[in-house]
């Protein structure tokens, strides 16, 4: 096997680990909610510059939902009610990047390998109420995940409606 399938291959495997692994944090104080008895499973893809819901699903689930970040490049998102109240605020690495092991010592360019995509498909998870209704691209993280500040459209750079994906 040659050195560029080995190293695709590991980059393939990583971006599958990576894409189980995206996940919110709730914006309000609700034990419910935090310990995760029903997420909205979102199955995305990214292509010319825009993320689009594949398929969604509402699922029981005692997996937690915020996972830590791996890589410095993030895309911030943020769920809303229709009146653009936070239910969810979070940070995922950006699924373009598939990062690969640390190259050898003495490889000239040390650090780990990195790929970015032009388009991807990855699964966000994030906590369920019957009040979800927008996902929000964020164009810069807010610096309190727990804001309870409304997150207008003016702050988003995509605003995908759930409506049709959670009234199924």
Known sequence: M????????????????????AGAEPAKDDAAAASGTQILVLNMRFANGLHQVTSARVVDSRVPLKMRVLTGAVVAY????????????????????????????????PGHATVVLDSTEYIL?????????????LTAAPAD????????????????DLQPYVSQ
């Open 145 to 160: 995940t727990a804001t309870r500040e409304k997150i207008s459209n003016e702050k988003a750079r995509q605003v995908i």
């Open 125 to 137: 998870r994030v906590p369920y109420t019957k009040d979800l209704r927008f996902l929000k691209f």
């Open 78 to 109: 943020a769920v809303t009610d229709a009146a653009d109240n936070p239910l969810a605020i979070g940070t995922i690495d950006d699924p373009r990047s598939l990062r690969g092991p640390m190259a050898p010592p003495e490889d000239p360019s």
């Open 2 to 21: 040659t050195m560029q399938i080995k190293k695709a291959l590991i980059l393939f495997v990583l971006s599958a680990i990576n894409m189980c692994c």
